[in-house]
């Protein structure tokens, strides 16, 4: 069974930094196109970033500037990385992608990663 796994998160003071990777698990599954989300509490879930398979990226204002995504398929594992965090980056961060075999394909969210930024 494939499944999308996370890693990366923790707490970290503003201005810092930290970097999120996305690999699926089963591993006859590649990542095809790839997004990491996040939701704070109360609030939507939202999109931050997107990758195609071939490499091709587009942001959400909101992060434009210090957050980029980035993938290795070699090592099937889509990453963020998240530079000047601020307090209002407090979230649980998720991946979401597509994901291809030879035989079928599948739409998968990973189970999510805490970013807490201290002020």
């Known amino acids: 069974q494939v499944q999308l796994v996370e890693f990366g998160g923790g707490l970290v003071q503003a201005g810092g930094s930290l970097r999120l990777s996305c690999a699926a698990s089963?591993?006859?599954?590649?990542?095809?196109?790839c997004g990491w989300y996040r939701q704070a509490p109360g609030k939507q879930r939202e999109l931050l970033a997107a990758?195609?398979?071939?490499?091709?990226?587009n942001y959400a204002d909101s992060v434009k500037g210090r957050f980029t995504i980035s993938r290795n398929n070699a090592k099937n594992t889509v990453y963020l990385q998240m530079n000047s965090l601020k307090p209002e980056d407090t979230a649980v961060y998720y991946c979401?992608?597509?994901?291809?075999?030879?035989?079928?394909?599948?739409?998968?969210w990973g189970q999510g990663t805490l970013v807490t930024v201290s002020s």
């Open positions: 979401n992608a597509d994901l291809r075999s030879t035989r079928s394909s599948l739409n998968a």
């Open positions: 089963g591993s006859t599954f590649s990542i095809d196109a």
């Open positions: 990758i195609t398979k071939g490499g091709s990226t």
